[in-house]
């Protein structure tokens, strides 16, 4: 795991030299602390254009730690590479590239995609198991190639201007490179009010872009060219026996465990308690000599904390266990969360991702996680309301008006963050929306009304008719022959898995150089779920059917039937409590009121409501927090 950074160039002007490439990879230290390497090639075409490429990186030490130095090339150095990430099948593809006749220096995973590259061209990215995003260099060509893995686990930022293209694993390196404008996406910024993150493939910055995942593209003669190599089909659904795909989803899942068992460096994982972390602590255990190290995170809340759960799985597979209990003091941090971010991310739960990532790596290197689970069976509470709503959509028009109508509106919201009267009065709000409206409303930070109430004219003035919802319909529409379950859970893997999940474990992880590797997120696990029929994942209101039964040796009793808790920091609680006056510090702070993005008078309602407990604002209050102060620290220095 590691740090990329770079530019290719065709203009003598914008060409990237080494102390501005020694710039980008230094601010990515932090995700890859254990060496560093540069290459640079200055090129000339027929017509004496001068080009040129830079390609840096930063080391995090997992696979041949000895000799896996980077950039790497192959035996006459016509193609070399800048990687971050690690392909499983490595061995696989190694083996037959010598059977082939090429000749491997080192041991690493990083040697295979340069032969790979030589053999079958742009296609190789399509061979590869594993998270990855990487940047290629072909002198003969005098072509660059970005890629990014199927599902998004690894993130790739690039700025393409006339005469060069900028790429890197964070946005903070490519604003090392002069001339790069920091002006806020008017577009961007409104997404983010939406989903919580900014989804690809823009940024909070006009003119820097991520790809997207699955994605790769082409930069040659000034030119780019973006191109999907994988996409999941979302509508091959598979009438099979439930036995069958026990089999075949415990055989494999099994195997991506296996595969992410790979390191030279200590390992361990992630354990919640949940269902998803329990089977994969428990197939490490069955797979493992030595016992597994596990790590789990805790509220002083009771309604969050799920500590005592993963106490018992611990107990369960014999695991060496550490606990860490996040306190609001642990708001300290926040502006450096902010820093490692980049951009505005509204998810609260990279609080607590952030301190389970640093008490991990206090002891190993690597950790194993259980992300992915709820977007491949169902596993989500939200889930519930599209099953329900699926139903509400059946009954005759007289009942459909009365369960959509005024009387159950007027319902007090309860000023609790897990309130049911509150999750029962935003299910019939919605109920006469379409499904994808509504969905997208249940998500949202701030819904379509509510954004329209907080923008100042002036800010409002600078939206384009491109509405935020395009984003999670684009993939709505590619399930277009499933149910709706099917539909918004396999949409949340394309969407909110990862621009809002995967970054979430990247930044964090990495920010205290420590890798996370996701064996539910093997494409061959992906691709199994996504055919499973929604009867086999959902029934009576309740997910991951054929996950719980399929794995039922590995579940105790209690994390069988426990209901779903999720991540989540209890920020109703904090905002009228610990961080009451630094919320108000901030938020009413003269400074950002006139801003211009938001009106003050409904950023002074938000937080008057919620101090009152006439309503819960919390996630929406974070969100105005975490902009803010973002802006305060990238608008003005991206120093640390």
Not at 93 to 112: M, V
Not at 198 to 214: A, M, N, Q, Y
Not at 322 to 347: G, K, M, S, T
Request: glycine share 8%.
């Amino acid at each position: 795991m590691c740090g990329i950074a770079g530019a290719a160039w065709t203009n003598a002007e914008k060409a990237v030299d080494p102390t501005v490439l020694q710039r980008m990879i230094d601010i990515l230290r932090h995700r890859g602390p254990d060496g560093e390497g540069t290459y640079c090639d200055g090129l000339s075409t027929a017509q004496q254009l001068p080009r040129g490429v830079a390609l840096g990186h930063r080391r995090l030490a997992i696979i041949d730690v000895a000799c896996g130095q980077q950039p790497l090339s192959n035996e006459d150095g016509t193609v070399w590479v800048t990687f971050n990430g690690e392909i499983y099948n490595f061995g696989e593809l190694r083996q037959r590239l010598e059977s082939q006749g090429h000749q491997f220096r080192t041991h690493s995973d990083t040697e295979t995609l340069v032969h790979l590259y030589e053999e079958e061209g742009e296609n190789f990215i399509s061979r590869l198991n594993g998270m990855f995003a990487f940047a290629l260099w072909d002198t003969r060509r005098q072509q660059l190639l970005l890629a990014r893995d199927r599902l998004g686990k690894k993130p790739l930022v690039y700025a393409h201007e006339p005469g060069r293209l900028l790429f890197a694993s964070e946005l903070k390196a490519i604003l090392q490179a002069p001339g790069v404008p920091r002006e806020i996406d008017p577009v961007a910024l409104d997404e983010y009010l939406t989903y919580q993150y900014v989804p690809h493939p823009r940024t909070i910055f006009k003119g820097i872009k991520k790809l997207p995942p699955g994605h790769y593209a082409v930069y040659r003669d000034g030119q780019v060219t973006v191109r999907p190599y994988w996409q999941l089909d979302f509508n091959r659904e598979e009438d099979r026996p439930a036995e069958e795909y026990a089999h075949e989803l415990r055989e494999l899942l099994t195997s991506a465990v296996e595969k992410r068992l790979q390191s030279e460096v200590p390992l361990g994982a992630f354990l919640s308690g949940g269902v998803d972390s329990t089977i994969i602590v428990g197939l490490m255990a069955k797979l493992m000599r030595e016992p597994v190290r596990t790590f789990s995170i805790g509220f002083p809340v009771g309604e969050f904390d799920e500590t005592s759960y993963a106490r018992e799985a611990a107990q369960r597979f014999g695991t060496i266990h550490e606990e860490f209990q996040v306190r609001p003091d642990a708001i300290e941090i926040l502006p450096r969360l902010v820093w490692h971010f980049d951009e505005p991310f509204a998810d609260s739960s990279a609080l607590p991702t952030w301190y389970v990532s640093q008490l991990t790596r206090q002891h190993v290197t690597v950790a194993l996680t259980g992300d992915g689970g709820d977007e491949l069976f169902a596993g989500y509470d939200r889930y519930k309301a599209v099953w329900l709503g699926e139903r509400f959509d059946r009954l005759p028009a007289p009942l459909r008006w009365l369960g959509a109508g005024r009387f159950w509106q007027a319902i007090p919201s309860g000023a609790k963050q897990k309130c049911v009267r509150r999750r029962f009065k935003r299910f019939v709000e919605m109920l006469g929306r379409s499904p994808v409206d509504r969905y997208l409303e249940w998500i949202s930070i701030f819904g379509q009304s509510r954004r329209e109430e907080l923008y100042a004219d002036g800010f409002r003035s600078q939206l384009t008719n491109e509405e935020p919802i395009k984003f999670f319909a684009a993939a709505m529409d590619r399930c277009c022959r499933r149910d709706p379950i099917t539909a918004v859970s396999l949409g949340d893997l394309v969407t909110y898995l990862p621009c809002d999940l995967m970054t979430k474990v990247d930044i964090a992880s990495m920010a205290h150089s420590l890798e996370c590797r996701q064996p539910f997120l093997d494409y061959r696990v992906v691709e199994l779920a996504a055919r499973i029929p929604i009867a086999l994942k959902f029934r009576r209101g309740g997910g991951k059917r054929i996950l719980r039964e399929t794995f039922a040796d590995l579940l105790p009793e209690s994390i069988q039937r426990r209901p779903k808790m999720g991540f989540g920091v209890p920020l109703d609680h904090w905002f009228r409590q610990e961080l009451k006056s630094f919320a108000q510090e901030i938020l009413l702070d003269r400074g950002t009121l006139e801003r211009g993005y938001f009106r003050a008078e409904m950023v002074r309602r938000l937080y008057d409501e919620h101090q009152q407990g006439r309503f819960n604002h919390g996630y929406r209050l974070w969100a105005l927090l975490v902009f803010e102060l973002w802006q305060r620290q990238w608008l003005s220095s991206i120093s640390l």
